[in-house]
């Protein structure tokens, strides 16, 4: 049962342009959604998060979008560079229990020069 | 800090082998997860723990076992090593602030081969 679904799989942009990750969830008790960014050889690192209490986060060049009400969220990278290129993982943790992040396949973004 | 540090970083165990993956975080944190990482599947949770002397089965536990002596260190224990546990393991640990869920910070894996 997959509890928070990631897509697309993989993703190829142009430099400059827009790279749109999607993911959607079906546990209402998720109130923590961050997105983290993994190098080939590297364990995943924080890039951004987001609380439901908001419907939109920005960190300069990368930007959360959520709509809770859909139970959908999206990483947007603006002006998309080929340090990019990563795998990028949503995620989403409850607010009770043993707090366990469950997260998305992953999406291996490519941003070619 | 050194945050969450993973030994070994690579390891080739021949099957019916027993070996253990060992995390330690200096951050203090007591939520610590061990998840495998396979290629298009995300991040498969295998064991947890919520403090010392805690720790509970997670989505894939077969095969693993673990323990938590201290809030430092969670060692992942594999016993009776099988080809399907040729994998990237990764351990995490979490802080929460205020009651409030916040990032988990992850160690660098250990790619694990079993022939």
């Known amino acids: 049962q997959q509890q928070v679904k990631q897509s697309p799989q993989s993703l190829i942009v142009q430099k400059g342009g827009i790279s749109i990750i999607n993911c959607a969830y079906e546990n209402t008790a998720f109130d923590y959604f961050p997105w983290y960014q993994q190098f080939p050889g590297k364990g995943p690192a924080l890039l951004i998060a987001?609380?439901?209490?908001?419907s939109e986060k920005k960190e300069g060049r990368f930007t959360i979008s959520f709509n809770k009400s859909a139970k959908q969220f999206s990483l947007h990278i603006m002006d998309s560079q080929p340090g990019d290129s990563a795998t990028y993982f949503c995620a989403a943790s409850p607010a009770g229990g043993s707090y366990i992040p469950t997260f998305g396949r992953g999406t291996s973004l490519i941003v070619h020069p | 800090n050194a945050g969450v540090t993973q030994t070994p970083k690579f390891r080739i165990l021949k099957i019916g082998q027993s070996m253990t993956l060992q995390c330690t975080q200096d951050m203090n944190h007591n939520y610590m997860y061990w998840y495998r990482q396979d290629p298009g599947m995300g991040l498969k949770l295998i064991y947890y723990?919520?403090?010392?002397?805690?720790?509970d089965k997670g989505e894939v536990p077969n095969g693993y076992n673990v323990s938590r002596s201290t809030t430092e260190d969670f060692p992942l224990r594999l016993e009776l090593a099988a080809p399907s546990q040729t994998s990237v393991y990764f351990c995490?640990?979490?802080?929460?602030?205020?009651?409030?869920?916040?990032?988990?910070?992850f160690g660098q894996g250990t790619r694990l081969t079993v022939v």
């Open positions: 995490a640990s979490i802080d929460r602030i205020q009651g409030m869920n916040t990032e988990a910070f």
């Open positions: 723990s919520v403090g010392a002397g805690i720790t």
């Open positions: 987001i609380r439901p209490d908001v």
